[in-house]
């Protein structure tokens, strides 16, 4: 009798997943199942190497409580957050691409009137900076009623959620356009800043020779009845970091001109069917 092969290995594994009830799960086992064999094999892991694989994991998982989610840090730094946007956001041709989502949303920002500042804690490094445009209709015109729900880290490079200094909801801001189409926010110019690299996530950055930084931005989720929400940045032309952001952030189309406190961009959505 000849030894069990590798690929006899994966096969006998797959096959307990034939009476899985939930047939997708299975599929996405499965697939994950073969990737890892595969990985094993093309690596030639060895056993001390998959303990400390398993122990990284275990110390992402007890970084983790309501505040921190360093999970979705290392899915961010892996580039795998921004490949899941790519797949399930991208919109037709013309429309405005997509970027990460980003762990630092808050539900609820305030509603605010169109010309409005996010600013709550003005800071010394403050540049003031308008930006505005319209948001469109693929192939028609301006929608009115349309909601930018804005938010960027305070000039210290730190979101109000990271920073017991500022107030709550300190640079965040709900807008809502009008018959024109038009949007108008004041703000202050973004700062490139650093995502959190006390965890296990920031270790194996740097144990790569990677830094963790990303590059200037206001993010931005447009959204109105009849069409497919975007959830994208706009990234500062002058920016450190554009070419190398640590969660692969950067689309060329995101990337605008914030010199002399201005910057243009209209947003373009894709009307659902
Ligand atoms: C952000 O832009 O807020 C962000 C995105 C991914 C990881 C960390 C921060
Ligand atoms: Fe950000």
């Known amino acids: 009798m000849s030894n069990i092969t590798p690929a006899e290995h994966l096969a006998e594994v797959l096959s307990r997943f034939e009476d899985a009830p939930d047939s997708r799960l299975a599929e996405i086992m499965k697939c994950a199942i073969r990737h890892m064999h595969e990985f094993v094999l093309e690596v030639g892991l060895t056993r001390e190497e998959w303990f400390a694989g398993m122990k990284a994991l275990a110390d992402i998982g007890h970084m983790c409580d309501e505040k921190r989610q360093e999970f979705i840090l290392l899915s961010d730094t892996l580039g795998v957050s ?13 429309t405005t691409e997509p970027t990460v989502f980003g762990p630092f949303h808050v539900e609820g920002a305030t509603p605010r009137q ?14 003031p900076l308008t930006i505005l445009g319209e948001v469109s209709s693929l192939g028609g ?5 349309a909601t930018l729900d804005v938010w960027q880290a305070a000039s210290n490079g730190f979101y109000d959620v990271q920073d017991s200094r500022q107030t709550p909801l300190n640079m965040r801001g709900v807008f809502t356009t ?14 490139s800043y ?20 990303r590059p200037a931005h206001v993010h931005f989720v447009v959204s109105a009845p009849g069409h497919k929400t ?13 070419d190398s952001d640590v969660v692969f952030g950067v689309r060329d189309s995101l990337i605008v001109d914030m010199n002399g406190g201005r910057c243009d961009y209209d947003f373009v959505l894709e009307p659902t069917a």
């Open 230 to 242: 975007v959830i994208t940045h706009l990234f500062d032309s002058e920016s450190d970091f554009l």
């Open 141 to 145: 015109g301006p929608i009115e009623g």
């Open 178 to 191: 009008g018959a024109d189409g038009g949007y108008e926010v004041r703000t202050v110019r973004p700062v």
């Open 194 to 213: 650093p995502v959190p690299d006390d965890g296990p996530a920031g270790a194996l950055l740097h144990a790569t020779g990677r830094h963790n930084w």
């Open 82 to 94: 921004m490949l899941v946007e790519m797949i399930n956001q991208m919109g037709a041709e013309g």
């Open 114 to 127: 169109m010309g409005d500042s996010i600013v709550v804690d003005a800071m010394d490094a403050d540049e």
